[in-house]
Each structure stands twice: as structure tokens, then as C-alpha cells.
């Protein structure tokens, strides 16, 4: 029941969203997604991932068969769109095939399947087309915030950003330094961030095909849960990013050409105008929420887990910061965002107990009084920097260490009671 209501919820959202794309003159979700069943997709690599996760469910043999048809649709298909003379350059050249195993996967499991095989199926069919459908659902999102915000709060971020020494500048400077090769390597980082998550997801899920059972919680529900709430924040606080607010990115709606080699001089914030197609997508970020969920998820991993998690924080981070994407910010709130929303699905399952409220009701005011002094204290934030600067690294370490210590104690073993022995009576005389 839970799965189905989940499934009817989510489904509904998408109506409600391709709804509202239709309403502003551009397909939504649903249709982005039929498309790609003969159109090139724009993230092939996307489209194998969610494959691999429905994958978990299905033995050796079946992965084999899956994968091999897979390859197999996608070499058909390129064949057929260059004997048609199609644009080959037009998306991605591959990824056709696993949309359609996912798809068959999801037929067999309602025609050959029955019971508890007819549902463990479903899940992970349920699984993969979960993660394409986040893609295409913030797409979409990305679309409306442009649409539906004309005005952006950048000069008040840019301003509160003297806080912490305005990073986005200092790393733009550093990362066009390193040229082609280092600005190339962080741009693949930051656009496949969705296959990191699911490397650390394979790893927490390779046992469900042994198990036939899904773990209790996974990263997956983690991604998923911060692509649906992460952009609500986006209508609330509507930031473009320095490179478009005050770079070459913004054209004409640019308040100046100045990012990365010179900072802006704000003394009033006001809300500024912008185009009708840059997404407000800003505050907070939510490529280093993901990428700090794919930092903690892979702590328990092997070292090589624990590395490539670290490695993908710290290079998401720097392409934030480094292309102009986002102010620092932006990241602080990101982080303390994913602590929250972590801790509160740790907490669900669980069972709602005093430590998991109190933790998620922490986060939750961090994060609320984080975006009332970007939106109200701007100005003092950039006047004592040597104040504001640590407190935001205090409020932000405050969320982390507390998901740190109610974790612990969740994970610690609960001692067992201790009982009184009974004492021997003495016998009647």
C-alpha cells in the first residue's frame, strides 16, 4: 500500500507538472520522457544508470540478458537514424536501449510475476524510472522558476557572500587559471553527478538480488527526496548566480561584467530583473546537497568508496564556486538542507523517537535563519564579516555535528537489562 501511494502521488505530481509546463508554452516531464523512447535522450549516461538500479532485482544470468539487449536496441536504433539521415549529433547517441529494459522489465513483472517476485521487480523498475523522472521533473522545475520569477535576489547573496570572503570569486580566478583541462575535467564532474549517486547505491544495494528485499534506507531515497523539496525553495528565493548576475553569462540583464576579476560594490540590495530563461536555481545548492549525500552515504563503503565520495564533494564544490554557478553561500544552506533531510528519513525509519525531532527541528531552523539573514541582513553580513563569517560556519557545523552525535547514538547497540538472580530459598524444616 505504501508503494502504491507513493506511486500515485508521484505520478500525480508529474500530471501536475506537465500541466503547468503546458500552461507556459514547453513540454513537461511526461512528454520529455515518451520522447526518449525513439528520440536520442539527452543523458544516455542517465538513462544506463537507472537501468543499473533496476538491475539489483534481477540474477546474474538476467543482468547479462538485460544489459546485452540494452546494447543491442541502442545498435539498432543508431543504425536505423543513419540510414534516415538523422542529426546524429543530436543528443546522446545511446541510452534508447535501457529505457526500453526498464520498460520490459516492468511488463514482465505484471505478466510473468506474481507475489512478493511480481513486487520486488516493481520496485526496482520503480527504482530506475524514479531517478530518469527526477532529471525531467527538475528540468522542468528549472523552466517554471524562469518563467514564473522575473525578478532575482543576487545583490543581496552577493553582499551577504563578504561574509565568508566572497569564495565564488576567488575560486572563479583560481579555476581559469588551471585552463581547458582543469575547467573540462570539473564540467564532466559536475554534469555526471547522478552516476556518482548511483555507484554509491549499487554498493548499498548489491545484496537485494540474494536478500530479495530492499534495504530499510539507501541514498536513492535521499536524491530523490532533495530533488522534490530543493526546488519549492526555489520559487521562495530566486538567485541566478554570479557568472549570470554579474558575468558574461547574463548578457545584457547582467548588472555588470565583473565576476570573477572584480567584486561588486553593494551597499543597497534590491531585487533585479532578469530574462526569462536563466533557472533561479541558486539557494540552496543543490549539487552540493547531492554530492554531500553521496559523501555521507559512502562512508560505510569500501576505501575506494570513501575516496571517490570525497573526491566528488570537493570537486562539486569547486565547480559551484569555480564556473559561477552559485555564491558560498548558497552551499552552506545546501549542506545543512541534506543533514536535514537525511536525518529526517533516518528518523522515519526509525520511528519518530525525541532524538530525531529534536535533530530535524534544528536543521529546519538553521536553514530557515539562514535565508531570513541572507534576505534581511545582507548589508551587516558584508559590514563584520570576522562576525557573521564564523557564525554561518558555526550554525552550519551546529547541523552537522548534530546528525553526527544522534546518529551515533541511534547505531549504538542498546545494553542488554540486567536481571536480579533469584535467590535460593531455604527448605522447610
Not at 536505423?80 to 526500453?100: I, Q, T
Request: net charge positive.
Amino acid at each position: 500500500m505504501l508503494w502504491t501511494a507513493a506511486g500515485v502521488v508521484t505520478l500525480g505530481f508529474l500530471v501536475a507538472l506537465e500541466i503547468a509546463a503546458r500552461h507556459y508554452g514547453f513540454s513537461g516531464p511526461i512528454t520529455d520522457q515518451a520522447r526518449e523512447v525513439v528520440r536520442p535522450p539527452k543523458s544516455g549516461f542517465l538513462l544506463y544508470a537507472g537501468m543499473a538500479l533496476t538491475m539489483v532485482v534481477l540474477g546474474r544470468r538476467e543482468r547479462f540478458v538485460a544489459a546485452g539487449a540494452a546494447l543491442g536496441i541502442d545498435a539498432l536504433l543508431l543504425l536505423v537514424r543513419w540510414a534516415a539521415g538523422d542529426d546524429l549529433s543530436e543528443g546522446h547517441p545511446f541510452g534508447n536501449g535501457a529505457l526500453w529494459v526498464i520498460l520490459g522489465c516492468a511488463v514482465v513483472a505484471v505478466t510473468r510475476r506474481t507475489g512478493r517476485e511480481r513486487l520486488l521487480l516493481l520496485k526496482g523498475v520503480g527504482l530506475g524510472l524514479l531517478l530518469v523522472a527526477g532529471r525531467k521533473t527538475g528540468d522542468t522545475w528549472l523552466l517554471l522558476t524562469s518563467e514564473t520569477r522575473p525578478r532575482t535576489l543576487d545583490p543581496y547573496l552577493a553582499a551577504a557572500d563578504r561574509a565568508l570572503g566572497d569564495p565564488s570569486w576567488v575560486v572563479g580566478r583560481i579555476v581559469e587559471a588551471t585552463g581547458p583541462v582543469g575547467a573540462t575535467a570539473l564540467d564532466w564532474v559536475y554534469a555526471q553527478l547522478a552516476v556518482a549517486a548511483v555507484v554509491v547505491a549499487l554498493h548499498q544495494l548489491r545484496h537485494v538480488a540474494v536478500e530479495r528485499r530492499f534495504p530499510r534506507h539507501h541514498i536513492v531515497r535521499t536524491f530523490l527526496l532533495i530533488g522534490l523539496l530543493g526546488p519549492g525553495v526555489y520559487m521562495i528565493f530566486p538567485v541566478v548566480g554570479p557568472v549570470f548576475a554579474y558575468g558574461a553569462g547574463g548578457g545584457q540583464w547582467a548588472v555588470a561584467d565583473l565576476w570573477p576579476h572584480t567584486l561588486p560594490h553593494i551597499t543597497a540590495p534590491r531585487m533585479i530583473p532578469f530574462d526569462d530563461v536563466t533557472p533561479r536555481n541558486c539557494m540552496p545548492s543543490l549539487h552540493t546537497a547531492w554530492a554531500t549525500a553521496i559523501f555521507i552515504h559512502s562512508r560505510k563503503g569500501p576505501r575506494a568508496l570513501r575516496f571517490a565520495g570525497t573526491f566528488w564533494l570537493i570537486a562539486t564544490l569547486t565547480a559551484t564556486l569555480g564556473f559561477g554557478y552559485h555564491y558560498g553561500v548558497d552551499l552552506v544552506a545546501g549542506v545543512v538542507f541534506t543533514f536535514t533531510v537525511e536525518g529526517a528519513l533516518r528518523a522515519a525509519d526509525r520511528g519518530w523517537d525525541r532524538a530525531g525531532l529534536r535533530l530535524v527541528a534544528h536543521g529546519t531552523t538553521v536553514f530557515a535563519a539562514l535565508l531570513l539573514a541572507y534576505r534581511h541582513l545582507p548589508t551587516e553580513m558584508a559590514g563584520h564579516p570576522w562576525l557573521y563569517g564564523p557564525l554561518l560556519l558555526l550554525a552550519m557545523g551546529s547541523v552537522v555535528y548534530g546528525y553526527l552525535r544522534t546518529v551515533k547514538q541511534w547505531e549504538q547497540p542498546s545494553a542488554p537489562a540486567t536481571h536480579r538472580q533469584p535467590q535460593p530459598q531455604p527448605e522447610p524444616a
